[in-house]
C-alpha cells in the first residue's frame, strides 16, 4: 500500500525551490497580464486612430465634394433648329454646350470699390476663368462667348439660377454680367449689369416701399470705405456702358433686384442672328460694405448656374 506523503515534512532545500517555482509563477503572470493590457490598450489606440482618421477621411471627402461643386455652371438648352454654342475664345476653336466655371473653396468679402473695379478691363480682356491677383480667395470671373451657331435667326434668354443657398449668404452676393453684342470692336467693352438681393432688414426680410416694390441695395452700399459710389467717368470704367435706369437720380450705382429667391435673372427674350456671337463676362463677389454681410453668414454656401435657351420663336 502506498504510504501518504501530505504530512511529511519538507527539506529547506525543496521549501526554497517551491517559493521560487510560486515567485516565477507570479512574475510569468504580472508579464502575461501586462502584455494583455498594453496589448488591449494598443488595441484601443489603434482603434481611436482609426476612428480619428474616419472621422478626418470623412471631414476631408466632405471639404472635397464642397471644392468639387465650388463652382458655377454655364450651358446652353436647344429647341427644335435653335442652337447655341458656347466658347472660351471669340474663334471657337473648341465650342461646347457646358463650360465649369472654378470658384474659390471658401470665398471671403470684398467690395467693388477700390479693389475689384479697377481689374474689370483685365478681366474682361481675358478669355476664359480670370486667374488674377484675389481670384482664389475673393471672387469668381469669367469671359466666354455665345454663339447662334443653327442655320436661322433666333431668340435666347439669360437665366441665372440659384441652385443653392445657405444661411443667407445669397443675401450679401454681387452678381456683375458684362455683355458685349458687338465683339471684339474696341469702341464699347459692353454694358455692365450688377444683381443683387433687394434690401432686409436684420432678420433677412425683404423691405419694400410705400409702393409695394423691393428697396433696391446700392451697387456698392454706403460704408467706411466711401460715402458714394458713382461709376460714371472713372477713368477705370472707360469703355464701358450703363444702363441709364441703373444710375440713380444722385448718380449711385444701383443694383437689379434678384428675379425671385430661386433666380437672380430670367430675362425677356433677345434676338441672335445666323452666326452672331456675342461676348459676356461674369463676375461674382461677397459685397463687405452690404449690410448682410456679417458674420451669421460664415459658412455659408450659394451655388449658381447659368443658362442660355434658345427658341425659334419669341
Known sequence: MAKRTDNVEKTPEQLTQERLRKE????????????QTRRRTAIIILLLFLLIVGLLGGVTYAIMQFVDESQFRV???????????????????????????????????????????GKLIEINNTDG???????????????FYLKNSGKDDVYYKEIITLERKYKGMEKAIRVMVIKDIEPPSDESRGVITVYAAPKSDAEGNTL??????????????????????????????????????????????????FYSDNYVTNSEFYPLRQGEII?????????????????????????????FSASSRK
Not at 129 to 134: D, E, I, L, R, V
Not at 286 to 307: P, S
Open 75 to 117: 450651358s446652353v438648352s436647344h429647341s427644335g433648329t435653335a442652337w447655341l454654342s458656347l466658347s472660351k475664345d471669340y474663334e471657337f476653336t473648341n465650342p461646347t454646350s457646358v463650360m465649369d466655371v472654378s470658384a474659390p473653396q471658401n470665398m471671403d468679402e470684398c467690395t467693388l470699390c477700390n479693389y475689384l473695379d
Open 129 to 143: 476663368a480670370y486667374k488674377g491677383s484675389g481670384s482664389k480667395d475673393y471672387y469668381i470671373a469669367t469671359t
Open 208 to 257: 419694400y416701399d410705400e409702393e409695394n416694390n423691393p428697396l433696391l441695395e446700392e451697387v456698392v452700399p454706403p460704408g467706411s470705405i466711401n460715402l458714394e459710389y458713382k461709376p460714371i467717368g472713372l477713368p477705370t470704367y472707360e469703355g464701358f456702358e450703363f444702363n441709364p435706369e441703373d444710375i440713380r437720380e444722385d448718380g449711385v450705382w444701383m443694383t437689379k433686384p
Open 279 to 307: 461676348k459676356y463676362s461674369i463676375v461674382i463677389w461677397l459685397e463687405g460694405q452690404d449690410d448682410q454681410c456679417v458674420d451669421d453668414i460664415l459658412g455659408g454656401q450659394v451655388k449658381m448656374e447659368v443658362e
Open 24 to 35: 516565477n509563477e507570479y512574475i510569468i503572470k504580472n508579464k502575461r497580464v501586462r502584455r
